[in-house]
């Protein structure tokens, strides 16, 4: 569920962050980039893990910044595919059903992949699965159990100036990493 990933960045360490010791100012500025932030084929960047290496910092002309090159390794969310993952349904639509974790909500099962005899109980607002004559609610904030199938990869690059007046009218609900999972027995 979550991997160690190594990056090479030049970090920007501001002047009133001079007076920490320089591993906690690098760490501090790299979470601050990073952090709860999605890198395309990578997954969501939780915190970072360790500093590999740092260059001597070189001060910026006039602006006080001192730059400094670090690769450092970052703990990310990026579930394999087959794997098991426990969360906590969000709600649930005629399509499926929506998935959370603590710090992610972008785990969609739809309704396909939801465990044979399962029906949609419009009156409830929650999916039933019947088994042995029994009926068995996925209720929400109820825990539950996904095998990861697919993830799903958008990317978000920023709008023109001179196309927001008609992207604001729509604005994009896609979010930049999803995951497609599915119900096991």
Known sequence: MFILTTISDLVQISPEDLEK???EAIEDN??????NKVIQKIGLCICVYDILTASDGLIGHGTGVINVNVEFRLIVFRPFKGEIIMGRVR????LGIRISLEFFEDIWV???L???????????????WRNDNQDYYYDRNEWIRVCVEAEQWHDLSPVAPAQMGTAAA????????SITGQLRR
């Open 170 to 177: 729509k604005p994009n609900q896609k979010s930049p990493y």
């Open 110 to 112: 739809p309704s396909h």
């Open 21 to 23: 010791p320089s591993v």
């Open 114 to 128: 939801l465990l044979d005899n399962s029906h949609f109980d419009a009156e409830e607002q929650t999916w039933v």
């Open 30 to 35: 790299i979470n601050a980039k990073y952090s």
């Open 91 to 94: 709600g649930s639509t005629d």
